[in-house]
Protein backbone atom coordinates (compact mmCIF):
# COMPACT_ATOMS: atom_id res chain seq x y z
CA UNK A 1 0.00 0.00 0.00
CA UNK A 2 1.23 3.14 -0.84
CA UNK A 3 1.83 6.07 1.76
CA UNK A 4 1.06 9.21 0.80
CA UNK A 5 3.45 12.25 1.87
CA UNK A 6 2.11 14.32 4.77
CA UNK A 7 1.62 17.97 3.58
CA UNK A 8 3.25 19.67 6.73
CA UNK A 9 6.50 17.68 5.95
CA UNK A 10 6.16 19.05 2.00
CA UNK A 11 8.55 22.02 1.62
CA UNK A 12 6.58 25.34 1.29
CA UNK A 13 8.39 26.35 -2.03
CA UNK A 14 7.37 23.27 -3.03
CA UNK A 15 3.64 23.58 -2.83
CA UNK A 16 4.19 26.72 -4.51
CA UNK A 17 5.59 25.72 -7.36
CA UNK A 18 2.85 22.84 -7.64
CA UNK A 19 0.52 25.55 -7.35
CA UNK A 20 2.00 27.66 -9.62
CA UNK A 21 2.48 24.79 -12.16
CA UNK A 22 -1.61 23.94 -11.81
CA UNK A 23 -2.65 27.31 -12.15
CA UNK A 24 -0.70 27.45 -15.80
CA UNK A 25 -2.29 24.22 -16.85
CA UNK A 26 -5.59 25.40 -16.00
CA UNK A 27 -4.99 28.60 -17.89
CA UNK A 28 -3.29 27.12 -21.09
CA UNK A 29 -6.75 24.56 -21.37
CA UNK A 30 -9.37 26.71 -20.41
CA UNK A 31 -10.13 27.26 -24.38
CA UNK A 32 -10.26 23.58 -24.74
CA UNK A 33 -12.24 23.13 -21.74
CA UNK A 34 -14.96 26.28 -22.25
CA UNK A 35 -15.17 25.39 -25.77
CA UNK A 36 -16.60 21.50 -24.98
CA UNK A 37 -18.61 23.33 -21.87
CA UNK A 38 -20.69 25.52 -25.03
CA UNK A 39 -20.60 22.44 -26.95
CA UNK A 40 -23.06 21.12 -24.72
CA UNK A 41 -25.08 23.70 -24.22
CA UNK A 42 -28.85 25.28 -25.74
CA UNK A 43 -27.68 28.41 -28.60
CA UNK A 44 -29.24 30.74 -25.24
CA UNK A 45 -26.92 29.36 -22.84
CA UNK A 46 -23.83 29.27 -25.32
CA UNK A 47 -24.23 33.25 -26.16
CA UNK A 48 -25.69 34.13 -22.41
CA UNK A 49 -23.25 36.67 -20.43
CA UNK A 50 -21.94 36.83 -18.37
CA UNK A 51 -20.91 33.33 -19.81
CA UNK A 52 -22.44 30.20 -18.49
CA UNK A 53 -19.39 27.25 -17.37
CA UNK A 54 -21.69 24.40 -16.41
CA UNK A 55 -22.15 22.00 -19.05
CA UNK A 56 -25.62 21.44 -20.68
CA UNK A 57 -27.71 18.71 -21.94
CA UNK A 58 -28.09 19.18 -25.26
CA UNK A 59 -24.58 17.70 -26.30
CA UNK A 60 -25.94 14.80 -28.65
CA UNK A 61 -28.12 17.14 -30.12
CA UNK A 62 -25.22 19.41 -31.02
CA UNK A 63 -22.49 17.04 -31.96
CA UNK A 64 -25.44 15.21 -34.20
CA UNK A 65 -26.20 18.91 -35.85
CA UNK A 66 -22.29 20.06 -36.24
CA UNK A 67 -21.88 16.38 -38.14
CA UNK A 68 -24.82 17.03 -40.48
CA UNK A 69 -24.11 20.41 -41.22
CA UNK A 70 -20.40 20.54 -41.88
CA UNK A 71 -20.27 17.28 -43.51
CA UNK A 72 -17.42 16.10 -41.09
CA UNK A 73 -17.57 12.79 -42.17
CA UNK A 74 -16.32 13.97 -45.48
CA UNK A 75 -13.97 16.98 -44.86
CA UNK A 76 -12.12 15.21 -41.71
CA UNK A 77 -11.55 12.20 -44.30
CA UNK A 78 -10.11 15.20 -46.24
CA UNK A 79 -7.93 16.66 -43.75
CA UNK A 80 -6.78 12.93 -42.73
CA UNK A 81 -5.75 12.08 -46.53
CA UNK A 82 -4.04 16.06 -46.39
CA UNK A 83 -2.25 15.19 -42.93
CA UNK A 84 -1.16 11.62 -43.51
CA UNK A 85 0.04 12.61 -47.09
CA UNK A 86 2.05 15.68 -46.17
CA UNK A 87 3.89 14.15 -43.25
CA UNK A 88 4.48 10.96 -45.07
CA UNK A 89 6.02 12.52 -47.93
CA UNK A 90 7.96 15.25 -45.86
CA UNK A 91 9.48 12.73 -43.76
CA UNK A 92 10.67 10.47 -46.89
CA UNK A 93 11.89 13.59 -48.49
CA UNK A 94 13.69 14.96 -45.46
CA UNK A 95 15.33 11.55 -44.84
CA UNK A 96 16.50 10.90 -48.16
CA UNK A 97 17.62 14.10 -48.57
CA UNK A 98 19.58 13.98 -45.08
CA UNK A 99 21.31 10.82 -46.16
CA UNK A 100 22.57 12.01 -49.00
CA UNK A 101 24.12 14.89 -47.84
CA UNK A 102 25.68 13.14 -44.76
CA UNK A 103 26.61 9.92 -46.43
CA UNK A 104 27.41 10.85 -49.92
CA UNK A 105 28.35 14.39 -49.41
CA UNK A 106 28.15 15.31 -52.58
CA UNK A 107 29.70 19.02 -54.53
CA UNK A 108 27.79 21.99 -52.78
CA UNK A 109 26.56 19.86 -50.46
CA UNK A 110 27.16 22.59 -47.64
CA UNK A 111 25.58 25.30 -49.89
CA UNK A 112 22.50 23.12 -50.64
CA UNK A 113 22.19 22.69 -46.98
CA UNK A 114 22.22 26.62 -46.93
CA UNK A 115 19.98 26.84 -49.34
CA UNK A 116 17.54 24.46 -47.88
CA UNK A 117 17.42 25.98 -44.66
CA UNK A 118 17.18 29.90 -46.22
CA UNK A 119 13.41 29.11 -47.16
CA UNK A 120 12.76 28.76 -43.94
CA UNK A 121 12.60 32.58 -43.94
CA UNK A 122 10.22 32.75 -46.64
CA UNK A 123 6.75 33.70 -45.51
CA UNK A 124 4.62 30.87 -46.38
CA UNK A 125 2.04 33.77 -48.90
CA UNK A 126 5.38 34.92 -50.72
CA UNK A 127 5.17 31.34 -52.14
CA UNK A 128 1.28 30.93 -53.00
CA UNK A 129 1.11 32.42 -56.12
CA UNK A 130 4.13 30.68 -57.83
CA UNK A 131 2.93 27.05 -56.03
CA UNK A 132 -1.03 28.02 -57.20
CA UNK A 133 0.22 28.59 -61.30
CA UNK A 134 2.61 25.46 -60.68
CA UNK A 135 -0.13 23.46 -59.87
CA UNK A 136 -2.95 25.09 -62.04
CA UNK A 137 -0.64 24.27 -65.24
CA UNK A 138 -0.76 20.50 -63.90
CA UNK A 139 -4.45 20.95 -64.09
CA UNK A 140 -4.39 20.13 -60.28
CA UNK A 141 -6.74 22.64 -58.93
CA UNK A 142 -9.22 20.61 -56.40
CA UNK A 143 -6.97 17.88 -56.18
CA UNK A 144 -5.50 15.96 -53.19
CA UNK A 145 -2.78 15.90 -55.63
CA UNK A 146 -2.95 20.29 -54.96
CA UNK A 147 -3.58 19.68 -51.18
CA UNK A 148 -0.38 17.07 -50.65
CA UNK A 149 2.09 17.40 -52.85
CA UNK A 150 3.79 21.59 -52.97
CA UNK A 151 4.23 20.43 -48.90
CA UNK A 152 6.74 17.67 -49.29
CA UNK A 153 9.59 19.46 -49.33
CA UNK A 154 10.27 20.27 -44.79
CA UNK A 155 13.75 22.29 -44.47
CA UNK A 156 12.50 21.58 -40.72
CA UNK A 157 12.97 17.87 -41.34
CA UNK A 158 15.95 17.55 -42.99
CA UNK A 159 17.52 19.94 -40.39
CA UNK A 160 16.82 17.64 -38.38
CA UNK A 161 17.12 13.98 -39.33
CA UNK A 162 20.97 15.45 -40.76
CA UNK A 163 21.73 16.48 -37.45
CA UNK A 164 20.86 13.45 -36.12
CA UNK A 165 22.55 11.32 -39.07
CA UNK A 166 25.71 12.88 -37.91
CA UNK A 167 25.65 11.88 -34.65
CA UNK A 168 25.38 7.65 -35.95
CA UNK A 169 29.42 6.26 -35.14
CA UNK A 170 31.65 5.52 -38.06
CA UNK A 171 32.26 2.48 -36.68
CA UNK A 172 28.58 1.57 -37.48
CA UNK A 173 29.17 2.94 -40.94
CA UNK A 174 32.15 0.85 -41.50
CA UNK A 175 30.83 -2.47 -40.10
CA UNK A 176 27.62 -2.57 -42.71
CA UNK A 177 30.00 -1.66 -45.59
CA UNK A 178 32.51 -4.92 -44.25
CA UNK A 179 29.24 -6.82 -44.16
CA UNK A 180 28.34 -6.02 -47.77
CA UNK A 181 25.86 -3.65 -47.26
CA UNK A 182 24.76 -1.39 -49.61
CA UNK A 183 24.03 2.09 -49.20
CA UNK A 184 20.37 1.28 -49.59
CA UNK A 185 20.64 -1.71 -47.19
CA UNK A 186 22.40 0.65 -44.69
CA UNK A 187 19.67 3.30 -44.77
CA UNK A 188 16.83 0.77 -44.53
CA UNK A 189 17.84 -1.79 -42.19
CA UNK A 190 20.46 0.31 -39.65
CA UNK A 191 19.44 4.05 -40.36
CA UNK A 192 16.04 4.43 -40.48
CA UNK A 193 15.11 2.06 -36.88
CA UNK A 194 17.98 4.09 -35.26
CA UNK A 195 16.11 7.30 -36.19
CA UNK A 196 12.85 5.75 -35.04
CA UNK A 197 12.30 8.07 -31.86
CA UNK A 198 13.21 11.00 -33.87
CA UNK A 199 10.72 9.93 -37.10
CA UNK A 200 7.95 10.01 -34.50
CA UNK A 201 8.41 13.30 -32.98
CA UNK A 202 8.58 14.95 -36.32
CA UNK A 203 5.94 12.50 -37.62
CA UNK A 204 3.49 14.14 -34.36
CA UNK A 205 4.80 17.70 -35.05
CA UNK A 206 3.84 17.64 -39.22
CA UNK A 207 0.43 15.98 -38.66
CA UNK A 208 -0.35 18.23 -36.47
CA UNK A 209 0.88 21.57 -38.39
CA UNK A 210 -0.96 19.63 -41.53
CA UNK A 211 -4.04 19.42 -40.07
CA UNK A 212 -4.62 22.68 -39.03
CA UNK A 213 -3.28 24.47 -42.45
CA UNK A 214 -6.00 26.79 -43.97
CA UNK A 215 -4.87 29.22 -46.19
CA UNK A 216 -3.43 26.91 -48.56
CA UNK A 217 -6.75 24.72 -48.87
CA UNK A 218 -8.16 28.12 -49.15
CA UNK A 219 -7.02 29.01 -52.05
CA UNK A 220 -6.07 25.77 -53.73
CA UNK A 221 -9.76 23.82 -53.45
CA UNK A 222 -13.31 25.23 -54.79
CA UNK A 223 -16.00 22.28 -54.13
CA UNK A 224 -16.94 21.33 -50.83
CA UNK A 225 -16.12 17.63 -51.48
CA UNK A 226 -12.43 18.81 -51.06
CA UNK A 227 -13.06 20.77 -48.16
CA UNK A 228 -11.19 20.20 -45.15
CA UNK A 229 -11.87 20.25 -41.27
CA UNK A 230 -10.49 23.82 -40.74
CA UNK A 231 -12.73 25.33 -44.02
CA UNK A 232 -15.74 23.11 -43.03
CA UNK A 233 -15.65 24.71 -39.39
CA UNK A 234 -15.17 28.73 -41.12
CA UNK A 235 -17.90 28.11 -43.94
CA UNK A 236 -20.08 26.76 -40.69
CA UNK A 237 -20.46 31.01 -39.47
CA UNK A 238 -22.76 32.95 -41.36
CA UNK A 239 -21.29 35.15 -43.53
CA UNK A 240 -23.09 38.58 -43.12
CA UNK A 241 -26.13 37.50 -41.68
CA UNK A 242 -28.27 39.07 -38.37
CA UNK A 243 -28.92 36.37 -36.51
CA UNK A 244 -26.62 34.70 -33.94
CA UNK A 245 -23.84 32.32 -35.30
CA UNK A 246 -24.50 28.62 -33.66
CA UNK A 247 -22.13 28.92 -31.68
CA UNK A 248 -23.17 26.06 -29.72
CA UNK A 249 -22.62 23.67 -32.53
CA UNK A 250 -19.36 25.85 -34.34
CA UNK A 251 -17.95 24.46 -31.10
CA UNK A 252 -19.10 20.63 -31.31
CA UNK A 253 -17.57 20.40 -34.67
CA UNK A 254 -14.69 21.98 -33.13
CA UNK A 255 -14.31 19.66 -30.56
CA UNK A 256 -14.61 16.81 -33.08
CA UNK A 257 -11.78 18.34 -35.18
CA UNK A 258 -9.59 18.04 -31.62
CA UNK A 259 -9.81 14.61 -31.59
CA UNK A 260 -7.82 12.97 -34.75
CA UNK A 261 -4.43 15.43 -33.72
CA UNK A 262 -5.03 14.01 -30.14
CA UNK A 263 -5.27 10.55 -30.75
CA UNK A 264 -2.13 11.07 -32.52
CA UNK A 265 0.11 12.24 -29.85
CA UNK A 266 -1.76 10.04 -27.34
CA UNK A 267 -0.46 7.25 -29.63
CA UNK A 268 2.73 7.87 -29.99
CA UNK A 269 3.36 10.26 -26.97
CA UNK A 270 6.34 7.79 -25.46
CA UNK A 271 8.25 8.09 -28.85
CA UNK A 272 7.06 11.80 -29.58
CA UNK A 273 9.38 12.67 -25.96
CA UNK A 274 11.91 10.26 -26.77
CA UNK A 275 12.36 11.97 -30.15
CA UNK A 276 12.83 15.58 -28.28
CA UNK A 277 14.70 14.43 -24.88
CA UNK A 278 16.94 11.94 -26.49
CA UNK A 279 20.92 13.42 -25.60
CA UNK A 280 21.75 12.70 -29.38
CA UNK A 281 19.49 15.59 -30.54
Known sequence: MVKLPNISQIPI??????????????VVSFPLIYTFIVSTQSLPQATRLPPNLVPGSSMIENYGKAWAQANLGRIMLNSGVMSLGV???????????????????????????????????????????P???VISSFGWVDTYFAITLPYFVSATGTFLLRQFFKTVPQDLVDAARVDGANPLRFFVQILLPLS??????????????TWNQYLWPLIITSSEAMRVIQLGIGFMIPKGGTGLPPWNTIMAAVVIAVLPPLLILLIMQKEFVKGLIEPEK
Do not use: C, D
Not at 13 to 26: D, F, G, N, V, Y
Not at 198 to 206: G, R, T
Open 87 to 129: TIGKITVASFTAFSIVYFNPPGAGFIFFMTLLTLMMPIPVRLM
Open 196 to 209: RTNIAALFVILFIW
Open 131 to 133: TYQ
Open 13 to 26: SRLIIHALLILAIL
